[in-house]
């Protein structure tokens, strides 16, 4: 028989505990706990835990989102990968993504580049190149903004 129940729990330190499904492994549900300090306060994490805030739907154009990874990716990187990062976006991927916004890039989009990349340079670059425009697209979707690319490489 199987359980039925809102999976919010008060711990014998008096936290509520949540439990959240987030997915399957092996025929057995994964959760995913979260702590409140009243039930009222643990019933809404868990409601914004099941229905993740929606994406910006707002027209953002590519080169914004990159110079945005850039100045983030500054604070992380050393000197020589930050500077090889920064090269790369301004001579290979800010100009071919120039006009496009970042809602509007697609795994045809993509392709196109690759393969404009692929007749001028070697796979090593090609591949370093497809790495960091991977990178700013999560960094755009982590950021609310939407893209229809699937996957990269």
């Given at each position: 028989?199987t359980?039925?129940g ?7 330190d008096g936290r509520w ?10 025929g ?9 300090d009243s039930?009222?306060?643990?019933k ?8 993740p805030v ?5 027209a953002v ?13 500054r604070?992380?990187?050393k000197e020589s990968?930050?500077s ?7 001579s ?5 993504f120039k006009e ?9 989009t993509v392709s ?5 990349l ?6 090593k670059?090609?591949?370093c190149i497809l ?16 893209c ?6």
């Amino acid at each position: 028989m199987t359980r039925k129940g809102e999976n919010i729990f008060k711990r014998k330190d008096g936290r509520w505990e949540i439990r959240v499904p987030i997915g399957r492994k092996e025929g057995k549900t994964r959760y995913k706990f979260l702590y409140a300090d009243s039930y009222a306060e643990a019933k809404q994490k868990k409601l914004t835990a099941l229905n993740p805030v929606e994406k910006k739907e707002t027209a953002v154009p590519f080169p914004l989102v990159a110079e945005e990874f850039l100045k983030k990716a500054r604070l992380s990187l050393k000197e020589s990968s930050y500077s090889r990062y920064h090269r790369l976006i301004l001579s290979h991927i800010t100009p071919f993504f120039k006009e496009t916004l970042f809602c509007d890039l697609n795994n045809f989009t993509v392709s196109a580049f690759s393969l404009a990349l692929s007749e001028k340079h070697s796979p090593k670059t090609v591949f370093c190149i497809l790495i960091l425009l991977k990178e700013i697209i999560r960094f755009g979707e982590k950021n609310g903004f939407r893209c229809d690319v699937k996957e990269i490489v």
